[in-house]
């Protein structure tokens, strides 16, 4: 059986990722298929595989999306780590969809050459601001163990507030709430 519904979209890919994230934010990475993404778009069920090849090369390129918007959100709040750690957990709340597809590499190509690109640009943005604050008798030494400390402690805080599982006085405004912890991280 065959649809009646066009293929071309205009910017189908386009279409498709923005559909995708829709559809995460509302059932989670798990729920999507591709024939679902295809409905909600208008489009023919054989469409989302065209682009796409399969779930795995769409959440890919999903996670290739949301690395290259976390990296961007990040050089925008400035050379601060506690800034650029705030900019982490805004980015996280904003984007959820990206963000549960990011760091499930299960779900996708996590080994893909625009995947690890796109993980090397965010994680040299936190690198970066790590390396302004690493100094001290271990100086450059110090970079790598602090960057595993401030991504555990914004993405641990990020997580746990999309999770609802940090204690109601937190308050309401995840970054506030952020800024507060992120600042205990390099006293």
Do not use: Q
Not at 67 to 77: G, H, Q, T, Y
Not at 148 to 176: K, Q
Request: proline share 5%; aromatic share 6%; charged share 20%.
């Amino acid at each position: 059986m065959t649809s009646n519904r066009p293929y071309h979209h205009g910017d189908l890919r386009r279409v498709l990722l923005a559909v995708a994230v829709e559809a995460i934010e509302e059932a989670g990475p798990a729920a999507l298929s591709l024939r679902e993404l295809a409905r909600r778009a208008g489009v023919s069920h054989a469409a989302p595989a065209h682009h796409f090849g399969d779930k795995a090369g769409l959440l890919t390129a999903l996670a290739v999306e949301g690395f290259d918007l976390l990296a961007e959100a990040m050089r925008a709040a400035g050379d601060d780590l506690l800034d650029v750690g705030v900019a982490y957990v805004g980015f996280a709340v904003r984007h959820r969809a990206h963000f549960e597809v990011m760091f499930r590499p299960d779900l996708y190509r996590a080994d893909a050459e625009e995947v690890r690109a796109a993980r090397e640009r965010s994680g040299a943005v936190l690198r970066s601001g790590v390396a302004a604050v690493s100094s001290g008798p271990d100086g450059a030494g110090a970079v790598r163990p602090n960057m595993l400390a401030a991504w555990s402690i914004v993405h641990g805080f990020a997580t746990l507030w999309l999770a609802g599982a940090l204690p109601p006085d937190v308050g309401s405004d995840p970054e506030t709430s952020a800024r507060e912890v992120i600042s205990r991280l390099f006293p």
